[in-house]
C-alpha cells in the first residue's frame, strides 16, 4: 500500500465529462446529473484500507446530501487484472455490504480517473450546479490507524456550503489514501 495525497486538481475546473458501465450493465454519464443541486465524484475502490474506514460514513453521509438534490457517482479505476477484490461483481457485492445508493461505475480504461487528475483512494471532487469544482480534499482528518472518529466533517461543511450558496475556502486538506492501481504502462504524468 502506498499512501498517496490527491492532486487538488484547479478549483473551478469544469468537470471531465464520462461515459462509464455501472454494476448492472447500463451506461451513466455526466449529463444524467443536469439538474442537480451539485455533483459528487468519488474515486474509490473495494479493497482500499482507507475506503474501508470510512465507507459506514460514508453511505450514510451520500444518503442525506441526495436526499437534498446532490448528485453522487462513485468510481473505480483500479486495474482488475492485478487487484480482483476490485472487479465490477466485487463492486456489486460491495454496494449490497455498504449499502450504497450511488451509481458505482468501473473505469476500465483508466481514462475518467487521468482526465480528473485522481490519484487516491477515496479522492472526492464536488462540483457546482454548474459542474464546476468546488472541493476537492479530504473526507476528514480521521486515518486507519490514528483513533480519530469518522465524521465526514471536511466534505459535509463543503456540500453544505455548496448547497446553501456560500462560498468554500479555497484551502482544503488533500485525501490520502491508497495509490489509484494503473494497469503497467497506464500510469499517468501527473
Known amino acids: 500500500?502506498?499512501?498517496?495525497?490527491?492532486?487538488?486538481?484547479?478549483?473551478?475546473?469544469?468537470?471531465?465529462d464520462f461515459r462509464l458501465s455501472d454494476t448492472e450493465g447500463e451506461m451513466v454519464s455526466l449529463s444524467d446529473f443536469a439538474g442537480a443541486?451539485?455533483?459528487?465524484?468519488?474515486f474509490m475502490c473495494n479493497h482500499c484500507?482507507?475506503?474501508?474506514?470510512?465507507?459506514?460514513?460514508?453511505?450514510?453521509?451520500?444518503?442525506?446530501?441526495?436526499?437534498k438534490g446532490v448528485a453522487v457517482v462513485g468510481i473505480n479505476s483500479n486495474d482488475?487484472?492485478?487487484?480482483?477484490?476490485?472487479?465490477?461483481?466485487?463492486m456489486k457485492e460491495e454496494i449490497a455490504a455498504v449499502d450504497y445508493t450511488f451509481p458505482y461505475l468501473y473505469d476500465e480504461t483508466q481514462e475518467v480517473a487521468k482526465a480528473y487528475h485522481a490519484a487516491?483512494?477515496?479522492d472526492f471532487f464536488l462540483f457546482d450546479r454548474e459542474f464546476k469544482l468546488v472541493y476537492r480534499g479530504q473526507f476528514d482528518s480521521s486515518r486507519p490507524g490514528n483513533d480519530e472518529p469518522v465524521t465526514g466533517?471536511?466534505?459535509r461543511y463543503a456540500l453544505e456550503a455548496v448547497l446553501n450558496?456560500?462560498?468554500?475556502?479555497?484551502?482544503?486538506?488533500p485525501s490520502v489514501g491508497c495509490n489509484i492501481k494503473w494497469k503497467p504502462g497506464n500510469e499517468p504524468n501527473y
Not at 165 to 173: A, F, H, S, T, V
Open 120 to 122: 487516491c483512494t477515496p
Open 165 to 173: 450558496g456560500r462560498e468554500i475556502p479555497e484551502n482544503q486538506i
Open 37 to 42: 443541486k451539485a455533483l459528487l465524484v468519488i
Open 80 to 90: 482488475v487484472e492485478h487487484y480482483p477484490d476490485d472487479s465490477p461483481a466485487k
Open 1 to 16: 500500500m502506498v499512501v498517496t495525497p490527491s492532486n487538488m486538481l484547479e478549483l473551478g475546473t469544469p468537470a471531465p
Open 49 to 67: 484500507p482507507y475506503v474501508k474506514h470510512i465507507c459506514q460514513v460514508l453511505a450514510y453521509l451520500t444518503k442525506e446530501c441526495q436526499a
Open 153 to 155: 466533517a471536511d466534505l
